[in-house]
């Protein structure tokens, strides 16, 4: 067999990048009609309409969905099959990402945390994020691509909470998060939620569970009914689309759990706005792609 041709995974991620900014995914559309359906507020479902318009305008005219193209993140999982070298993955995603940027174009919003110097490249230091699993009985490489706006991310939140705190606080903290955030996360989008683990793994999880189709329940009987508690209670502020007010305020609620340490019980809220955005690429070893979400 030939050497595997890893500017495959390059282009890749190119294309995830731009098709994640362009091209929402079914369930994030169905999700949105569903929540216009319900709205009874005058100016909330004007809101809805003006998504829609530029629901659109993007599929029309094969552009941009959001202004704010987000800092990219990449959740890799490699197959216990597929033959891989983890520094040309790493690589290639990287420059794939920068591609992405000069040449769709599109404005990079990565940036210094000091000097503020935004090289527009959407990469440097510690980006793209890439996040590796791995899975048996497979011999593909699945790219997940998702761009991360700061109007979401800036409201996100962690707290590390005692086992004697009980769940009733898990739930207060994660309510009193979304109410605070506003308008600021553009909702209504997914809220995503990790319990347990570290401190830096319960935001990854928080993370993951944004990235799964809206509405998605989480296997654990307990955990989805938690997700449809939150979702109700959520729902039932009146904060609405654009915070403006409604009927809806949130398309789900999804929830990620690890275990952790008996004296802990870390949470962390991380929001997706209303363009739930994520594109995937599966990629076989004989170089063959299939781009989906």
Known sequence: MAPFDYGIVEEAAKQTYIRALCDLPPDVRAALKKAYDRETKPTARAVFEAIFKTIEIADRDKTLICQDTGLPIYKVTIGSAFPWNGYEIKTRLSEGARRATQEFPFRGSSTHPLTRVNPQT?????????????????????????????????????????????????????????????????????????IGGTADLVMKLAKDAILRPVGQRHPDPAIAAMEVELEEAINATGRGPMGLGGDVSALAVHIETAYTHITQNPVAINTQCWPARRSRAIIHPNGSVEYGY
């Open 122 to 194: 959407s990469v440097g230091d510690g980006l793209p994020v890439i996040y590796f699993d791995f899975v048996k009985d497979s011999d593909c490489l699945n790219i997940l691509m998702a761009p991360k706006g700061s109007g979401s991310e800036n409201m996100s939140q962690m707290r590390m909470f005692y086992p004697a705190d009980g769940v009733k606080a898990l739930k207060k903290f994660i309510l009193d998060a979304v109410v605070e955030s506003g308008a600021n996360p553009c909702p209504p989008g997914v809220i995503g939620v990790g």
